[in-house]
Each structure stands twice: as C-alpha cells, then as structure tokens.
C-alpha cells in the first residue's frame, strides 16, 4: 500500500471517530435535553416551582388584563344553589366588562361532599381549577398536594386591596393560618359566609304558649335571644304530649355542627393536633354531651335530617307542621319561603345553648381558594377575579337578590348597606313578593345577620385545622349517629358509648 492510500485510510478512520464521537455527544445532549423538558414539565407544583411576584409584573398585569382582546381563561367551581348561580353569572359579566382580558368559566360540581371528590380527585392528575369555594379543613387536605396557592404575594403588591378600607374583613373571618409548617399565610378570601340558627313553626308553639309563657309569647315567638338545651328538653316533652305519637319536634341539619357548637358551649378545647383528637374524645364531658343527645333521640325528642329519610325535604317538614324545630344553616331561610301561607309562621332564633353562659356559634360557608398553575398569567388573573368575587359590592348583589350571608367586613363598614335601598332595586320578580316575605326578610337582615356582625369575636369559632382534620370532622358526623342509632333497648348504653369513642380514636390514629 502506497503512503498516499496509508494516509487516505487513516483520515477516513479520523473522520470516523469524529463522527462517532460527534454522534455521541450529540445523544448525550439530546437525552439531557428531553430529561430538562420532562423536569420543567413535573414543576406542576409550589415546591418544585414557588411562587415569586414582583410588583412591577403585578402592575403590568392588571394593566393588560384592563385592556388586552386576548382573554386568559380561568376555571371557578363552586357549590351554588340554581337562584345564587344566576347571581354569580351576572356578577363575572360584570367582572370581564373591567376585565376584559380575562374570561370566567364557573362550573357546578354539586354539594360539599362532591365538590371535595371532584378537587382531590383533580390535583392528583393536574386539573384542578384555579378557583375553588372551600372549608378551611378542606384547604388543609388540598395542602398536601403543594398546589394551594398562598395569597400572601399578592396582597402584598396589591395596593388597591390594603389601602381599600371596605377589605378590613372582621378577623375570625380573615386571618392567616398554619398548615403543616412554621410559617403562617393567607390562603382564602370569605365569600358567602353562614352560621346556624334554628327555625321554628310559630303556630305550633302558639298552642302551648299556656303551658310555658315564660319561654313563648302569645303570638307563637321564642321569648328570649336562646334557648338552653334544658328547656328544649321541656317544650319538646310538651310538644310530644299535645301532638300525634309520631311527632319529632326537632331535626338538625348538621350532626358534626351541632355536636363541635355544644363542646365549644361547654369549654371543652376542640384539637389542635391529630394526637388531641385521643384526648379530646377521651373527655368524660364529651361522653356526657353524646349521652344526653342519645337520650333525645330515644325520647322521639330529636333526630338528623338524615336519619329521617327525607333529608331534603326537612323545610316541608317544617313548614307542615310536623316539625316544630330546624336548626340549620342560615342560608336555608329561602327554602323556607317557598309558601307564602307559611311565611307568618316562621320563625328563627339562636341555636340552644348547652350552658347558659356561652352562646357559641360556629361560622362555616364558603371560603375561594387559589391553586397552583404552570401559567402565570392564569394565577394572576384568578386573584383579580378572587377580590371582585370577595367584595362588598358582590355582597350587595347577593342581597339584592335576597340571598342573605353574614356581613364579613367590620361593621363600621355595614352602614353602607340598606336594606330599605337594595330592596328598592330588586328585580320585578322581587317586587312581586308578598309584604309578609319582604318584611320577614328585612326583618331577618337586621334582627339576625347585623347582630351577628355586632356581637364579640368570642361569639363564633372556626374549627382548627392540622392534620386529618377533614377526617376527623367525618368521623364526629359517623360517631354522632352511631351513638343516636344505638339500641333503645341496650341493657348498657354508656358501655357501647365508651366502645364507639374508642373505635373513634382508633380510626384517626390509624389513618
């Protein structure tokens, strides 16, 4: 072989290696490359990507959604009822005319029970909307999957919202929060907020007025601002004498309320951690309080809406007269109103007290979260939407509509809304409606929902939130009615009482 054919086969081999090697750095970088994309691509959370907010992005934000043609869709969920949904609708017409860049698709995924599947269900496989009407125990479950978006950034570069006096939201309503850290933050704006109450048949406490004047006036009304629970008792044994043999004259919508409103009545501490949850259920006041409730059960004194097969249709119940008592949310008052004969009838007042000295009412409905997106855009637009939803001008709108929830804002502020006003500017359906409803319903707004705006903060409670918290509020609700469900005829009650507690406990540690 030639030296010219040597030096011919020794460049081919060069270019050979070169090629090779190229190739393989070129694959190297390819692998490394598509491993970046699918990296960028599982930042789907608040730990793999946290939320920074500058304010020059937030100003320049607010200007482009203020006058942008191209629209960033955000998803809201909610839990309304068909007469709020209308309100709602108008309400995000009314917010996309400021908004234009900015559309709001609301979709109902049905009751609390559902629409918390639907969000669990949808944060494992990154749908979740961006906004969401949620309890704060619900919010501590959604935590877990780093997805819940803190609100902190935004209301800290938001000068509109800190400098806006109509946002100074009383503080059991608006307050920051712990969950599973050290650091406390804001993670929900209060939206359609509701308390209990207990709605009551005047006319059949009328006709034992007689027997008990110093509790009911003539006119069938409850005497007093509550009721203890002892005289209850006392009006539902006359009640169970001067009706059929069937006759239940109490049923409570909510056996996890009623049952955490009566521990707060007593002073026992409702947990602050999942390892509480054993002392507190071990408490002998607690035994007590399920006892004297399963004592009204047997006694055909009281029952759950559950429990009597017709859940839904408690308010005919009532409205009937084949009960006397519904201790409820307040957001239940128009499905009272649907006749108009009974509307005369109604009555309301505070739920019962267990001790005289405490009249402690629990504040639940709903609160809007935010949730994590990979667009930014989609989070900044959420929380525009978030402070329209929240504020004192779309309460107004609600009341407008008679849809009546508790005043969140410091009642210095609630002077802006009257009743007398917002009546005048009701639709013509509104201006159709009886004397007897209007007034019932102005009569409501000042005698119920602006005294509760005006009573202390030491009047209402939210529950804690930890871990489980969700859960074990479901497990309050199952003992609840276990307890009730028990066998008249047990030899032993306080015994399988004893036994469910511990079940109870078992159940919660175990989860």
Not at 20 to 43: C, E, S, T, V, W
Not at 57 to 71: C, G, L, P, R, T
Not at 251 to 259: T, W
Not at 448 to 473: G, L, M, P, Q, Y
Request: aromatic share 12%; hydrophobic share 35%.
């Amino acid at each position: 072989m030639s030296s010219q054919e040597k030096i011919k086969v020794v460049s081919r081999d060069k270019i050979k290696n070169f090629l090779f090697l190229f190739g393989y750095f070129l694959l190297l970088f390819n692998i490394a490359f598509i491993f970046n994309i699918i990296a960028i691509r599982k930042k789907n959370n608040l730990k793999e990507e946290p939320f920074q907010l500058t304010i020059d992005e937030f100003k320049d934000a607010k200007e482009y959604f203020k006058n942008s043609k191209k629209k960033v869709k955000i998803t809201f969920w909610h839990n309304l009822y068909a007469e709020e949904r209308k309100v709602l609708n108008k309400i995000i017409q009314d917010f996309e005319k400021d908004y234009p860049g900015i559309e709001v698709l609301e979709d109902n995924k049905g009751n609390w029970g559902q629409i918390f599947k639907h969000v669990s269900n949808a944060l494992t496989v990154d749908k979740q909307p961006n906004l969401v009407v949620s309890y704060p125990d619900h919010v501590g479950f959604y935590h877990k999957s780093n997805k819940v978006l803190p609100l902190d950034a935004f209301i800290d570069k938001d000068e509109d919202f800190k400098n806006n006096k109509q946002n100074d939201f009383l503080p059991y309503y608006f307050a920051p929060i712990q969950i599973e850290d050290k650091i406390k933050h804001y993670y929900y704006l209060p939206f359609l907020k509701t308390t209990e109450i207990m709605f009551y048949n005047k006319d059949l406490l009328k006709s034992i007025h007689d027997k008990i004047p110093e509790l009911i006036n003539d006119k069938g009304e409850i005497a007093k601002d509550s009721l203890s629970w002892v005289q209850m008792d006392e009006i539902s044994k006359i009640l169970k004498d001067s009706n059929k043999k069937d006759f239940i004259p109490i049923v409570v919508d909510s056996e996890s309320n009623l049952f955490i409103i009566s521990t707060q009545q007593k002073g026992i501490n409702y947990p602050l951690t999942k390892e509480q949850t054993q002392d507190f259920l071990h408490n002998s006041e607690v035994q007590e309080l399920l006892q004297e409730f399963k004592t009204r059960y047997d006694n055909k004194h009281l029952t759950l809406g559950k429990l009597t097969g017709e859940e839904d249709k408690v308010p005919e119940l009532l409205i009937n007269n084949n009960i006397a008592f519904y201790i409820t949310s307040t957001r239940r008052l128009d499905n009272l109103c649907i006749d108009n004969a009974f509307i005369p009838k109604l009555g309301y007042t505070n739920v019962p007290t267990v001790n005289s000295e405490s009249n402690k009412n629990i504040l639940q409905g709903s609160n809007v979260n935010l949730f994590y997106s990979k667009n930014k855009d989609e989070m900044l637009a959420s929380w525009f939407f978030l402070k329209h939803l929240t504020s004192e001008d779309v309460y107004k709108d609600f009341l407008k509509e008679n849809k009546f929830f508790n005043i969140t804002r410091d009642n210095k502020k609630t002077e802006n809304i009257n009743i007398e006003t917002i009546q005048k500017e009701q639709t013509e359906k509104n201006k159709e409606e009886t004397e007897e409803l209007k007034s019932l319903r102005k009569n409501f707004f000042k005698e119920f929902i602006v005294k509760n705006a005006e009573k202390s903060e030491n009047n209402f409670f939210t529950t804690s939130i930890f871990e489980n918290s969700d859960f074990f509020r479901n497990i309050i609700s199952d003992l609840f009615i276990e307890v009730l469900t028990i066998d008249k005829d047990t030899n032993d009650k306080d015994v399988r009482i004893k036994e469910l507690l511990t079940e109870a406990i078992n159940r919660i540690l175990t989860n």
